[in-house]
């Protein structure tokens, strides 16, 4: 049987963490299944606490804790680098605050291990945010494919099989953006699963900490982004030579200008905390 490898990303939500553990013991228990877990602690200011009693189909928990807060995409990165030598094994990442739909885990597993090829993700099919937030996330996705060509609708959660593993650690793109290094690297197998709501909490993600994110994403198809770039300013040079939407055309072509400068200057900034990603861990 292969064993299962279940990361969890986490800052200070150990108590959505425990309940949630719960669950997952649940969910395996049903198919008679065991899993190991790696809770990816992103330098919590809480205590870490672990409850592990009743947890019969978790056969062990593991802490990678770094030195400072990096965001959960980085330390998912960590965290796939610490197991990348795993053979023959299901990986599964989740969020640990449960608002990745845990009666999902069977069907993602059963999945891996018939799809070894490809990774299986969970498109965000409903989302319980309120009306603005999805309305910027709405964007997020339209900006995206405009300037990308792709349609990424899912987050973290995910299932693949170890021989994977590489292939998304390929060009070092997952430090940027999880489900972009996904996208640019590996085949990809879609479900749809509703996103939950947090078990215990509200959610820590701010409307600047979305657009950040979005520049990460965006910061990964850096050269096609400036490929179609191209061509999109073209065409409006073209629309303003003959004073087709002139006035519009020239304020959309700062626009894309000034989002390759940002996508650029993300790149850099976050290639620099690569480059530290030793000193990340704690001993």
Known sequence: MNKINILLPLYNDWRSCNFLLKKINNELKKKGRYGNILILNDASTQKIKVICKKLGNIKSIKILTTKYNIGSQKIISLGLANIKNKKNEIVVVMDSDGED??????????????????????TRSRRRENYIFKLFYKLHLLITFILTLEWISFGNYSSFHSQNLKKILKNNLSWLAYSSSIV???????????????????????FFQLAKHSFRILSVFQKRILIISFFYILILIIFVNFNIFASLSFVVIVIILLINYLINTTRKITFKDYIKKIFMLKK
């Not at 845990?102 to 993700?121: C, E, F, G, H, P």
């Open 184 to 206: 640019s690297n590996c085949n990809i197998y879609k479900i749809s699963s509703e996103r939950q709501k947090r078990i215990f909490g509200k959610s820590k993600l701010s």
């Open 101 to 122: 739909d845990v009666s999902y885990l069977n069907n993602l597993i059963d999945l891996a291990l018939k799809n070894k090829r490809y990774i299986i993700t969970a």
